[in-house]
Every structure is written in C-alpha cells, then in structure tokens.
C-alpha cells in the first residue's frame, strides 16, 4: 500500500508530518540524482536483495538493513533480488531539531536493524490515515518512529530483549521455546521476561505470535490463492484452527476474507 499525505502545514502547525509511506512495497529502481526534493527518507528491507549508491560509496541491501537519507543527496537503489521495502518520507520544522540530535547527519546505514517492528509502525500510520486521519495522532506517530530509529542507531549494542527478538524475527517459522530466547539473550528467565515487557509492552511470546500474524497477513494480502493451512503453517502455526482463531482476535477479521482484499 502507498499512501500520499497531502497536508497542509499552514493549516496545521504541527512540528512534524509525513509525506508519503508504505508498509510493504515491491521496490522498483529509484535513481534521484539530485536527492529527495521533498522530505526526509527512512527505508526498511523486509526481504530480497538490492544494492544502494551513496556519495560514490555502494551498500548491500538485505533484509534487516535500513537507512536514512537526508533531503537533496544524491542517491539510487536497485532492486537485485524481490527487494521489499517499508518506508516513509517526512517534512516539517521540526526535523532540523531532529537533524541536530544526530549531529546534522545526512546519511545512517544500519546493517541490522528491527525492520518488522517498523514495518508494523508504519502499517499502523496507515490505518490511521485511511480512518480517523487525526493530523496530530499521525505526527505522533511519525515522530516516534523517528526517534525510535536514531536513538537505535545512536545507543550502540543491542540490548538482550533486542537480541531475542531479532532471533524471532528471523526464525518466527520455526518452533521457537523460551529456553532458546534465554540462551540467545543470555538473560535469566526472571530478567529476561521483566525487561522483555518492560522494552515491549507484552511478553516474548505475545510478540512472537505478533510476528507471525504480521508476516501471515502479508502473506494473505499478497498470495490471495494460497490455502490457510500452507500460510499458517510457513509463519509456525501448527493449529490452523488456533491460528484463524488468533488472527481473527487481532486484526477483527477472519483470514479468509482478509485474503480477499488481494484478490
């Protein structure tokens, strides 16, 4: 889905505002010689492979990679492999406050960063606009994104929770215990499972089943012919029955009209 925010800062005199988005994109060939004319861009790799061309300088685009670009630099990304993105464009005066949080940077590259979360972020930015599109509710929105992913960035190592939910991330098709979460975060369950709710709001594994229903209903969206049990089974369902009961608690709807949608 794209979505194009036609707002008016006059109007509205909010420090911060997007442009335009998308939470999953099948990315073409972008080449823009003189940069971003118009905004402020952070770009998330969900999958596929790509290349990007900085500063005479080229960058490996793979899943679990994200950049930011500042506006009027130069920059092309070419799509390899199925490259699939999430993204968002923004404007407004308070990215120069921005800017200057991270020392007026005009180009981060992060070789692993938590693409999903993001991806979900933006998905949720999406829904917003597309329902009660409340202008300050969306900066907010925007706003956290950002700073989210500068403070990333600027924070150095990732912390233990992090570490366990990337591994969920890359593994959510397969069984997936809390013993194995310990050993990756190298935490005791007792640390382990307070900072987990603590970072994320909800336990490790509300966030895995969280993952698995995101990545499911990409799946739906995008492979409208595939049968229930063959995408359940892909995002570590076993049950299909528990898994069409759990998407249904989630999203409000069953997955067998959500499919719908795509086709």
């Known amino acids: 889905m794209y979505v194009n925010h036609v707002f008016d800062a006059e109007f509205f005199p909010l420090p911060i505002y997007f442009c335009t988005c998308s939470s999953r994109h099948e990315q073409e060939d972008v080449s823009r010689p003189r940069g971003l004319v118009y905004g402020h861009q952070l770009l998330f790799v969900l999958d596929g492979k790509g290349m990007l061309y900085v500063d005479g ?37 308070g990215m120069a406050d921005i800017s200057r949080y991270i020392e007026n940077q005009r180009f981060l590259f992060c070789k692993q960063s938590n693409v999903a979360r993001y991806a979900a972020q933006i998905e949720e930015i999406e ?32 912390l233990p929770v992090e570490l366990a939910l990337h591994y969920m991330e890359e593994h959510f098709r397969e069984p997936i215990t809390l013993a194995q979460l310990l050993r990756v975060s190298c935490s005791s369950r007792s640390t382990f499972s307070k900072r987990f709710k603590e970072h994320y709001g909800c336990t490790a594994i509300q966030k895995l089943n969280e993952i698995r229903l995101h990545n499911a209903r990409m799946m739906l969206l995008m492979n409208p012919q595939e049968k229930l049990y063959s995408i359940a089974e ?30």
């Not at 080229?58 to 679990?64: D, F, I, M, S, V």
């Not at 570590?236 to 086709?263: H, L, N």
């Open 127 to 158: 829904r917003e606009y597309f329902g009660k599109r409340r202008q300050g509710i969306l900066s907010a929105m925007a706003y956290s994104i950002w700073l989210s992913f500068f403070d990333e960035q600027l924070s150095g190592d990732p």
């Open 234 to 263: 892909k995002c570590g369902f076993d049950d299909v029955g528990y898994f069409c009961r759990m998407y249904r608690r989630v999203y409000g709807i069953a997955p067998s009209e959500e499919r719908k949608k795509g086709e």
């Open 57 to 93: 300088k080229q960058y490996r685009l793979q899943k679990g990679v994200a950049f930011y670009l500042a506006p009027e630099l130069p920059h092309r990304y070419i799509n390899l492999e199925n490259l699939t993105t999430s993204w968002m464009t923004c404007q407004g005066s």
